[in-house]
């Protein structure tokens, strides 16, 4: 998987305006009712399922040469958009260098109405289904809503991007071809900045930390950003050889990571603050202090063992925050609300 590109330092205030703007101007309404009229299956000439869309360099092209695009019935037999609710762990991170932008997205699942905006509840599987979808993105100062069909990129009938760890839950999927459409294919995914893909996804103010230069309170601003809603991701240091190395520790080099909560715990009359992560590959966790297996969890009260522990090989984890600082060199926080961070 190609390596994140570096992340870039900078505040954006951006508008409060939330009034979608048809994307090359495809209108998701008329485009399904013209579908059902007809008795077909849209099909997306803008975003054709070729070649184009994969885009140049992302796959050898021996590779290449054995996708097929399919639409979801012709993976499974009962298609679903969204299986009880979207959650941060339904997806795992496919054959594309995008683990900035599925951060981002398990950043989001935490704020229904965020999700709702990005993932119109207009549209399943079931009710007035066309082979049609759309989802909204904050792009250069408006949202914009775009659409496209729901021909995935498949090898051996499976993605080969993207998917859910139910499989018959598609949104992801789908999620993921609307944004790479914006961007003009799948292969200018491999690689982005974390607080991109939370400002589209927001439309809200972000701004990067330095955790070299961490400030003393920087935690605390961490667990105001968790109570005022907003959403936060980091990244790794690239490795010297190369991105995604797996440290003996855990941790994934030049890879970026959801941050999912904060919390504090007392041991032996000691106030530990604890930072709570998500690897988007969907496994693969931090080994040291305050992991799953740590014994310093056999320390605290029952009831901070029951709330916050869960010892699951799902690529959420604890660290303390000396170690999140040194292990990880940014943090993106995004706020909705642009007082919070300035």
């Not at 230069?213 to 968790?226: G, P, R, Y």
């Not at 991701?233 to 994934?252: E, M």
Request: contains cysteine; proline residues 4%; neutral net charge.
């Amino acid at each position: 998987m190609a390596p994140q590109k570096n992340k870039r330092r900078r505040v954006i205030e951006a508008s409060s305006h939330l009034s979608p703007q048809n994307f090359q101007d495809q209108d998701f309404l008329k485009l399904r009712q013209k579908c059902l009229d007809q008795k077909v299956k849209f099909v997306d000439d803008k975003f054709p399922a070729d070649r184009r869309s994969i885009g140049s360099g992302l796959l050898p092209l021996q590779t290449a040469a054995k996708v097929v695009w399919k639409r979801p019935s012709e993976l499974v037999e009962n298609p679903c958009l969204i299986v009880d609710g979207e959650s941060r762990f339904d997806y795992s991170q496919g054959d594309l260098g995008n683990c900035w932008f599925l951060a981002a997205i398990g950043a989001i699942t935490f704020q229904k109405d965020i999700m709702d905006q990005v993932v119109p509840v207009d549209q399943s599987f079931e009710k007035d289904y066309a082979g049609i979808f759309h989802f909204r993105f904050y792009r250069n100062g408006q949202w914009v809503d775009v659409v496209v069909d729901d021909q995935l990129p498949t090898i051996n009938g499976k993605l080969i991007f993207v998917h859910c760890k139910t499989c018959n839950e598609f949104w992801p999927a789908l999620l993921e071809k609307a944004y790479a459409k914006v961007c003009g294919s799948y292969a200018a995914l491999n690689g982005g900045f974390i607080s991109d893909g939370l400002h589209d996804f927001t439309g809200g103010t972000y701004k990067t930390f330095e955790l070299m230069k961490a400030s003393d309170n920087l935690w605390d601003l961490m667990e105001q950003a968790v109570k005022r809603r907003a959403v936060m991701g980091c990244g790794t240091p690239l490795g010297a050889t190369s991105a995604n190395t797996v440290l003996p520790n855990g941790i994934v080099e030049g890879h970026a990571y959801t941050i999912s909560g904060v919390t504090k715990v007392k041991v032996q009359n000691k106030v530990v603050k604890l930072v709570r992560l998500l690897n988007p590959w969907g496994k693969g966790e931090w080994k040291g202090d305050w992991s799953d297996k740590s014994p310093l969890w056999k320390q605290v009260s029952k009831q901070d063992r029951e709330t916050w522990l869960e010892d699951k090989n799902n690529g959420e984890f604890w660290m303390s925050m000396e170690d999140f600082c040194k292990s990880y060199d940014e943090l993106d926080i995004c706020s909705i609300g642009v007082d919070f961070l300035i």
